[in-house]
């Protein structure tokens, strides 16, 4: 009897293995493969509205006679004093 109970925990153990094996496999089989992410480029440069005086990137924000500007209303109403 106790034969048997022994290879009734080997069996069952060498299934639970067999069972992490392949769920682990499955994983990562199913993880999309992507290519790294470019690297980061540095900080953009920002820039301060002539009007408002907010600060935003450089790549946003409009320039026109020799200010830049948040917005095409405060390119407008022209800069502040």
């Known amino acids: 009897m106790a034969k048997l109970l022994l290879w009734v925990v080997v069996i069952i153990a060498a299934l639970f293995v067999t069972r992490l094996i392949t769920h682990k496999q499955a994983a990562s089989a199913r993880r999309p493969k992507s290519p790294k992410a470019p690297a980061p480029q540095g900080a953009e440069k920002m820039v301060r509205c ?32």
């Open 50 to 81: 002539a009007h408002c005086g907010i600060y935003l990137p450089r790549s946003e924000a409009l320039m026109s006679n020799d200010h830049t500007w948040c917005s095409l209303e405060h390119a407008k109403l022209g800069p502040r004093h």
